[in-house]
């Protein structure tokens, strides 16, 4: 089944404990990118990358890295996770930037206290 | 730098009424691609829609229908006689293609929270 899995679906952490969440799709998409959902703000552009070894910040990157060492993974860290880093977030992948519809994963749910 | 805007934050109906999303867009790409996504209270992102700039044709799928105006960078969403299943939150997607100033970028609106009455 085509999928984008994103782990853990909920996680609960403490301020400043560096966390990554992970992101695998199985299409062999070329396009991957990371999302925020919070209220009143739809879902902003935290990181993409266009294929391997290639990566650009999109709207919201200040506290988040990524990596991009195979084309299906691609995970999200957060170095020194803060609260106002609390939110929901989405992995997407896609066949390549333009034209082609994102794939989302499930979603995971980050609070830091 | 490019924008969405859904200017309805929430829009309540009842049921069989018919209900319009608007989305409205700025890019100063020539050529880009718009999306109509639908997120149940499942929490998922479920892809609905995708028209590229340079097809003005309206579309219409079963009971929803699309409405592209390049000439007022609108982009909106006809869901007729909804139904309770309809509500979710729908946001409107905007990427820039290759060669643009906004390619890789996908920029979403806030959202419409749809709910549909019984």
């Known amino acids: 089944e085509a999928q984008v899995t994103q782990n853990p679906r909920y996680l609960i952490t403490v301020t400043g404990k560096k966390l990554t969440v992970t992101c695998s799709q199985n299409m062999n998409h070329e396009y991957m990118s990371w999302y925020r959902q919070d209220p009143g703000l739809g879902l902003r552009q935290i990181y993409y990358s266009m294929n391997v070894e290639v990566t650009d910040k999109g709207d919201v990157p200040e506290g988040y890295k990524v990596s991009r060492k195979e084309k299906r993974n691609f995970p999200l860290i957060l170095e020194s996770p803060s609260p106002n880093q609390t939110s929901l977030y989405f992995c997407?992948?896609?066949?390549?930037?333009?034209?082609?519809?994102?794939?989302f994963g499930q979603g995971t749910r980050l609070t830091v206290v | 730098a490019q924008k969405v805007t859904q200017a309805q934050t929430e829009i309540s109906v009842v049921e069989k009424e018919d209900v319009t999303l608007d989305c409205v867009y700025e890019t100063r790409d020539t050529t880009y691609y718009l999306f109509w996504y639908k997120q149940p209270p499942s929490g998922e992102l479920v892809f609905l829609i995708r028209r590229n700039s340079f097809d003005e044709q309206n579309e219409i799928s079963g009971r929803y229908s699309w409405n592209f105006q390049k000439s007022t960078s609108s982009f909106n969403f006809t869901i007729t006689a909804s139904q309770v299943v309809d509500s979710a939150v729908y946001f409107c997607a905007l990427r820039g293609n290759a060669g643009g100033t906004s390619y890789g970028k996908l920029t979403f609106g806030q959202g419409t929270i749809l709910t549909v009455h019984p």
């Open positions: 997407a992948s896609s066949l390549y930037s333009g034209g082609t519809e994102a794939f």
